[in-house]
């Protein structure tokens, strides 16, 4: 936000530095991230006098080129070469004299230099207008008025503005301070701080007076919930033209470009006051009535910007006794606005519903000046204040007068904010004493009334423009950056305690695995907890566990998320699209859902694996990341927390994944993963595939913790390993033959891996040939071969027995 130092004076005199104001400013709250200088013209005319032309001759080398000789103060004249046609002698002209810089229309500097043209020397330049900022004419020379003196400074003729431009850090909740008057408000209430009493001035609105009636509007709300207060007038007779040049410079300085007087004037008084104002060509306002209301879903309007949007039944819309003329609070139409031709002008001020505002420009896509201080909530007491000045201005500036009422539709007046304070929460939340005559006085010159004094605390009335001061804490705030965060004192001695952590707490466990698969060469996303339904996506998705978000920021961001999975899909298309293909992401994250016994909030770790493993090599073949280095991924997860022994796998069966399993923990659910189906992955533009792996971390976190770790020594002994290749029905898994062959060697048998799969030519039909490797180990003694074959029997006769298996 930009905040004009020279706009501020108006309110409050000081003759403190730019420098130093902006530092109270920021001790204030409100941060100055920088100052820049303004000036009304350019380089602001530095090196620019009053010449008077002596002499003017043709140049004998060129047709088109004057030779003059030039007074401009100095002892002697001095000779310019000029081109303008209408150079001639007598004449008072600008002269920009060597060594000054002038700026072209895209603000490029260049010097005036001491040149030769066509065989003559120039010693300087006699300026257009445009050359000098102060008009767009090029035709010719500025001819001044002959009363001037040669060498006086053109910046003493012509009066240019300097200024200098506060650029404030706003934070959200300070409503009250957008606009130049709030801004000197809060200065106010520094200074007086700093024992520097000074007054705020406001302008005076006395001289407002209805000339006739002869143009009266009829002013209908339909619901003044949405509009709690609505005032208007009609101005007539205005002559639309450009604004005069310090109304101008006041828009320029802050960044806006003039359009006209009567714009330009609603513009001037929102960033003086904050109220935002709308001008109606009044010709155009059919029957002379103009009605608050909304419209039927599906409505057209076109707006300010040539945009035709369809209207939602919520938007409150600004209307006469046909058609709709502005969004209200947001935009105006495109037909009903001030042109060159309006004589006639319904001057608007009004509060509107905040959280209608900002759902109404949220759903449109709109972020306007009115809007911006609509959404956070304005002064309701300032409407007709700021109507009236505004009014005056335009008055002013356009001429005309008054030919209506101003007439004020405000059913319900909003009260001001009721807080009690107790000087022990003060002293509580500051750590330090303050006087109660020094907090009397800061909150008085926060235009905070104190109602009553007792022993305990101060009965306070908040003014209805302090919306984010509603609570006890919200004064404290208050009346701490006020008497300043710095003026607070440190004690010499700092107490801190020391609490007791297991660890298993929740964040080193997110560690130790966030560490180990960064180590896996994956790469951590965080997505955002807010986004758009997508219960139709997925049964498991009820669209009436939803959470809502009442105000959103877009419809893209209009629930909190009941899956990972979708952001995670958001996240792979992200990378597709940039051609980052081959991706391994993990999250933490949490889901929340709107469960009929009350909201609830999940922990969750997922795995989202697409493209290749690693990048093709020249000594290397590119492998996928496929289901089973998912479920390889996975088990070295379960294994470094130490929970892999007692997990089993079940198929799982699932609208989202086309393939997939169900990890449980002594039957207990806590993963599930596999193939995310195409059908999903087509609604992200996915055409490669996706394997996502959903850890239940809540559940996940209370397994570890009942988990007794066993610490074993190293084994003394050798073990020693057999190799089987079963040929095995299509059906059976690797998993039957593990449960089996651990059941049936408890004792010796340690490990059993897969190793190889063979499907194909040579085979019977429904066949397959499994290649698995058993580890055996006696931890007490060498193992003899009578032992390990003895064992292998066994196995060979259970899998044949339970599983039709054959030996190959």
């Known amino acids: 936000m930009k905040i004009s130092y020279n706009w501020i004076k108006q309110f409050i005199k000081t003759d403190w530095d730019a420098e130093k104001t902006g530092k109270l400013l920021t001790d204030l709250g409100l941060e100055v991230e920088g100052i820049e200088n303004f000036e009304s013209v350019k380089g602001a005319l530095e090196g620019i006098v009053v010449g008077h032309v002596l002499t003017c001759v043709p140049h004998e080398n060129a047709d088109k080129l004057k030779l003059t000789t030039v007074n401009i103060g100095e002892k002697e004249p001095v000779q310019i070469v000029c081109g303008a046609p209408n150079v001639a002698e007598g004449q008072k002209v600008p002269v920009a004299t060597v060594g000054t810089t002038l700026y072209d229309d895209k603000g490029e500097a260049w010097k005036i230099k001491k040149g030769k043209i066509r065989g003559e020397y120039s010693f300087g330049m006699i300026c257009a207008e445009d050359e000098l900022g102060l008009g767009k004419s090029h035709d010719g020379i500025m001819v001044l008025s002959e009363d001037l003196v040669p060498g006086t400074p053109l910046n003493e003729v012509f009066?240019?503005?300097?200024?200098?431009?506060?650029?404030?850090?706003?934070?959200?909740?300070?409503?009250?301070?957008?606009?130049h008057f709030g801004v000197a408000r809060d200065l106010k209430a520094g200074l007086l701080q700093s024992e520097i009493n000074t007054s705020l001035d406001t302008p005076s609105v006395s001289s407002f007076h209805v000339e006739n009636r002869s143009k009266r509007m009829l002013i209908e709300v339909d619901n003044y919930e949405l509009a709690p207060r609505y005032c208007g007038v009609t101005?007539?007779?205005?002559?639309?033209a450009p604004s005069p040049n310090w109304l101008k410079n006041r828009l320029k300085a802050i960044g806006i470009t003039p359009k006209n007087n009567v714009v330009d004037v609603t513009n001037y008084v929102l960033h003086e006051l904050g109220q935002p104002l709308h001008a109606f060509d009044a010709d155009h306002i059919i029957e002379n009535k103009i009605k608050v209301k909304t419209l039927p879903k599906g409505t057209k309007f076109t707006t300010l910007d040539e945009v035709e949007r369809e209207l939602h039944e919520d938007d409150l819309m600004i209307c006469d006794n046909e058609k709709p003329l502005c969004i209200a609070g947001v935009l105006g139409g495109l037909?009903?606005?001030?042109?060159?031709?309006?004589?006639?002008?319904?001057?608007e001020s009004a509060y509107f519903n905040p959280v209608s505002i900002r759902k109404t420009a949220k759903r449109h896509g709109v972020n306007t000046d009115a809007s911006f201080r609509f959404e956070r909530g304005v002064d309701p007491n300032i409407t007709e204040y700021a109507l009236k000045r505004a009014a005056l201005l335009i008055q002013q500036t356009a001429g005309g007068y008054v030919t209506s009422d101003l007439d004020d539709f405000y059913p319900k007046k909003i009260e001001d904010f009721q807080v009690f304070l107790t000087f022990d929460k003060i002293y509580k939340l500051i750590g330090q004493e303050i006087d109660p005559g020094t907090i009397k006085s800061i909150l008085a010159s926060l235009d905070i009334r104190v109602n009553n004094v007792t022993e305990s605390g101060l009965g306070l009335t908040i003014p209805a423009y302090r919306v984010d001061v509603q609570r006890e804490v919200d004064v404290i705030e208050e009346i701490l950056r006020v008497y300043g965060y710095n003026n607070i004192e440190f004690n010499e001695k700092l107490n801190a305690s020391i609490s007791n952590s297991t660890r298993f707490e929740d964040y080193k466990l997110q560690n130790v695995i966030a560490e180990q698969l960064v180590g896996q060469g994956f790469y951590e996303m965080m997505a955002n907890s807010l986004t758009k339904d997508y219960s139709a996506l997925s049964e498991t998705l009820k669209k009436d566990f939803n959470i809502e978000i009442l105000n959103p920021l877009s419809q893209d961001l209009n629930v909190m998320r009941q899956s990972l999975l979708f952001s995670a899909l958001e996240s792979t298309a992200y990378n597709l699209n940039r051609k980052n293909e081959n991706l391994k992401l993990f999250e933490f994250g949490k889901t929340y859902h709107n469960f009929p016994n009350g909201r609830e909030e999940h922990k969750h770790l997922t795995l989202?694996?697409?493209?290749?493993?690693?990048?093709?090599?020249?000594?290397s073949v590119a492998q996928k990341n496929d289901f089973f280095f998912a479920k390889g991924t996975i088990y070295s997860i379960l294994e470094r927390l130490n929970i892999a022994e007692g997990i089993s796998f079940q198929p799982l069966t699932s609208d989202i994944f086309s393939e997939g399993l169900q990890v449980s923990y002594q039957k207990k659910k806590i993963i599930e993963f596999g193939v995310v189906k195409n059908a999903v992955l087509k609604n992200f533009g996915i055409d490669q595939e996706v394997i996502f792996a959903d850890f239940d971390w809540g559940a996940v976190i209370e397994v570890v913790k009942n988990k007794e770790i066993v610490f074993k020594p190293i084994p003394k002994y050798p073990s020693v390993r057999r190799d089987f290749a079963l040929l095995l029905?299509?059906?059976?898994?690797?998993?039957?033959i593990y449960e089996?062959?651990?059941?049936?060697?408890?004792?010796?048998?340690k490990e059993v891996d897969l190793f190889d799969v063979?499907?194909?030519?040579?085979?019977?039909?429904?066949?397959?040939?499994?290649?698995?490797?058993?580890?055996f180990l006696d931890e007490n003694k060498t193992l003899t071969d009578k032992q390990i074959d003895k064992a292998m029997v066994k196995l060979q006769q259970q899998f044949e027995k339970q599983l039709n298996a054959e030996l190959r």
Not at 335 to 347: H, W
Request: charged share 30%; net charge positive; with cysteine.
């Open 159 to 179: 009066e240019i503005e300097k200024d200098q431009v506060f650029e404030i850090g706003l934070t959200p909740n300070r409503a009250d301070a957008m606009s």
């Open 235 to 240: 101005i007539s007779g205005v002559k639309i």
């Open 335 to 347: 037909d009903s606005g001030v042109t060159e031709k309006t004589t006639s002008i319904f001057l």
């Open 608 to 619: 989202c694996l697409s493209g290749n493993k690693n990048r093709e090599r020249w000594n």
């Open 729 to 736: 029905d299509q059906k059976v898994s690797f998993n039957d």
């Open 740 to 749: 089996i062959a651990h059941k049936t060697e408890r004792k010796l048998l």
């Open 758 to 775: 063979y499907e194909g030519k040579n085979l019977p039909e429904g066949k397959k040939s499994y290649a698995v490797s058993f580890i």
